[in-house]
Nanobody, 124 residues
């Protein structure tokens, strides 16, 4: 079992920045690929970013490339999502998730455990 707890969400003006954190506990974290997804009201949950278990490979939704950066600290069992140049369309609940198979990073079904989510609201 893995427990994931997100933090760092909040209200920010367009153009601002936020840094989300996801703390993991339970099963071994260092050999797990991690991802961030988001879900806006009335929309499907969508992939945002993922990082391989070593951290050498990262993957992003096209609309966040160049603005968001995913990283991890395996010593602290934590994964981060640095979000810069935020836009109102980034408003959503952001979830982190653990992917033990380490494949199909953009697919929700590939993820085994999910956090409870943290709200990000970007005002125009």
């Amino acid at each position: 079992q893995v427990q994931l707890v997100e933090s760092g969400g909040g209200l920010v003006q367009a153009g601002g920045s936020l840094r989300l954190s996801c703390a993991a506990s339970g099963r071994t974290f260092s050999n797990v690929a991690m991802g961030w997804f988001r879900q806006a009201p009335g929309k499907e949950r969508e992939f945002v970013a993922a990082i391989s278990w070593i951290g050498g490979s990262t993957y992003y939704l096209d609309s966040v490339k160049g603005r968001f950066t995913i990283s991890r600290d395996n010593a602290k069992n934590t994964v981060f999502l640095q979000m810069n140049s935020l836009k109102p369309e980034d408003t959503a609940v952001y979830y982190c998730a653990a992917n033990y198979a380490g494949i199909f990073y953009a697919e929700r079904y590939a993820y085994d455990y999910w956090g409870q989510g943290t709200q990000v609201t970007v005002s125009s």
